[in-house]
């Protein structure tokens, strides 16, 4: 059996790459954006741990799943309620009727903290819960559906509903969750503000940091077995199934990753805003997602970090000073990606750029000897 090394992991092109989006994302944004601004790009980056378990869902096994902002509400919620139990001391809400728990709760009438948010005080807790609560419901999620078969555009239309059950639920307990507003003013985090200049910085850079590990991941799944085998199921279920392969233990499993990506993102959200709330749970930022890993390409891991970006800038600069077309202009952007580009960004770079940047890197020392291309990976399409 032979060694996995780094050759079977990237190739050439992909080390490029990943160094090209680290020097955008840790040199050239930090020293030409001020606080502010990159702030806003840390913001979008959130989105990016989204697309990257998109691309694995969507691009390489399939499952399109239109309901990704539930993982991302749900991970963002863990920390939010953390927050806030911590900015809700007995001092700082002496005015209240009852100090000690949230204000949204004081102004329905609760009159103790309940039960479910009792072990939000820890912090390691919270930090379990991030991920372990989006990752057990999407094995739940998962099992009932992937176990009957179910796949498509009915799966896609369950996961719609689930979330507009979810955004339903929180808006409607509103003394639990703090209804449509979500959780806001959130203060400290283990004593130390999160409010100031330097803690955007810090949070960006931790962002930034825990991006390039799902990438990693990401990547690691890809290039693995386990990568070949959900590209052959995207195509040939039936075929891999009587292979003697379990097909919806792998659905489930990328689904599973996909959460816990999109919950990481929801919690670097909820540090860089400072509050959580439903409207990053319906539908319609879910849809979002989706264009963003259809816009950067849905069979390229950093493709979907560049979409999510690209498009966000996008609606902040026509959202800036056209408010009232960025719906229309999302709807066009998606419909003409999908016709004009259908591998999005990350398929124009490959048959237009790939070929030169290659032939420069035949030339380079540091990537002469190493392969243009892992020993079992080929060129995917879009299906």
Partial sequence: MSNFSLSNLMTRQDVLGFVVLALILLVVLPLSLDVMRLNQVGKYLSFAFVTVGLVLCWGYGGILSLGQGVFYGLGGYALAMFLKLEASSPENTSIQSTPGIPDFMDWNQITELPWLWEPFHSFGFSLLAILLVPTVLAYLIGFAMFKRRVSGVYFAIITQAISSILTILIIGQQGYTGGVNGITDLQTLMGWSIRTDYASYVFYFVGVALLFVCLFIAQFITKSKLGRILVAMRGQEDRVRFSGYDVANFKIFVFCVGAAFAAVGGAMFTLQEKFMSPSFVGIVPSIEMVIFCAVGGRLSILGAVYGALLVNVFRTVLGESFPELWLFAMGLLFVGVVLAFPDGLAG????????????????????????????????????
């Fill in 348 to 383: 124009v770079y490959q048959k237009y750029a790939a070929p030169t940047v290659d032939r420069f890197l035949d030339k380079a020392p540091l990537f002469r000897r190493w392969p243009s291309s892992t020993s079992h990976s080929e060129p995917i399409k879009a299906s």
